[in-house]
């Protein structure tokens, strides 16, 4: 049986002896081993159901122990790392000779990130090495934001479950690629390209996945999934699909006012992207819960773009 804790002294132990601690961050919660133990890395595989050549971020505790996990990092990589860490952005670069392939998913790059919350840069100040954490739930499905989400997922498949509250910006980080001369962004995420590309005095674009792109987290067309069959509405197209779906149960997650119905349970969300983001992932998993037909997600703006990213690949099917 996995339990919550507060203790650090505890997680150290189990990280260090090989287990895995699912640990807060400001993103979501991660299901951390220690980064440079490859029989540790797999456990994340094995628990999570995640194919091996899925890639992993390691989670540093600061700017100065990117030179253990990478090499031939650009010097404008420092901008991005005074501008945004600790903090919801993972930097993709070339690996250092001795990261095991395990945690690269076999690639020779490897993600990167100081994460911006007290419970987890405690413990990797106190570890003293990186931890590899992808989310901590089960492969392709929606990422936990509690403490309690990762027990209802994850009870037994996980040693310890580090307590840190509720996830303060409640998707994952942008990830941008460094890897090579052209600096793009393979993930959207609440640090925006706009502001990426402020600091670093060039536009940085948001690429779709391809072949000459690293494999990132977060980045198959189907993630983030509910259980229940889920589709994205257009608002302006709303009342026509509700018609062709009057006899089902749904369930609705709208951040616009919508009108009531009988067959409708209606899950309201906030009408700003910094908030909605804060509160989709509890939303979706409150919205599968209730083991209705289908849940209904009205269409946010497209300049919401991390979160667009997410609605689309949790809805895609």
Known sequence: ?????????????????????AIPTETVYGLA???SNPLAVKKIFAAKGRPADHPLIVHIADAEQVAQWAIN????AYRLFNAFWPGPLTVICQKAPQVNPVVSGGQNTIGLRVPDHPVALALLKAFAGGLAAPSANRFGKISPTTAEH????LDGKVDLILQGGRCEVGIESTIVDLSSAQIRILRPGMISAAAISRVLGQEV???AKTAETPRVSGSLASHYAPNTPAELVPAETLSKRLAELNDQKLVMLSHLPIPQASNISLIQLPNNPL????????ALREADSK???????????AEWQAIVDRLQRATHR
């Open 33 to 35: 081993a220690d980064a």
């Open 275 to 282: 908030d909605y983001a804060h509160e989709l992932y509890a």
């Open 150 to 153: 990762v027990l209802n997922e």
């Open 1 to 21: 049986m996995s339990h919550i804790s507060n203790n650090l002294n505890e997680a150290v132990a189990i990280l260090s002896s090989g287990g895995l601690v």
């Open 73 to 76: 990092v650009p010097s404008i």
């Open 291 to 301: 083991g209705l037909d289908r849940i209904l997600i009205v269409d946010v703006p």
């Open 205 to 207: 674009p948001v690429v």
